[in-house]
């Protein structure tokens, strides 16, 4: 990762810039895949809990929150809101990064990179998060 995206330069200058697309991706990431397309898909982006079953399952369901979502109806949908936020986010990003670095693998890399970032967020919430906050309703996941 040593001089990644190199159009930026060194130093301060270099890491504020880095910073700074880094804090776009994330913004523009989340309020496109969690608030504008959940709302036009009629999809709830929250992680339900599931508390119940073996650490290999939890596990299992928490990665898959990343790619299924429950619909406005209760039901089990497939992500779209949130991968193709993702995917807008990264497209998004070709307008602000370095333009030797721009391109579709700079999309892809995006991509990967917040659903991974979401699949870690979701085993925090599944194991840790619910242990930090006791005082929640413990009914389980979303009906």
Known sequence: MQDQYGGYGQGAQGYGKRYG??????????????????????????????????????????LANSFITKGDNGKWQANYSGLMGSMAAGGISNLYYPASDRGAGLTFENVAITIAAGSAANILQEFLIRKLTPNTNSAGPHP
């Open 21 to 62: 697309a880094t804090y776009a991706d994330v913004v523009t990431g989340n309020f496109i895949g969690a608030a504008l397309l959940p709302s036009l898909f009629k999809q709830d982006p929250r992680y339900f809990y599931k508390g119940t079953g073996s650490k290999k399952s939890r596990v299992l369901y928490a």
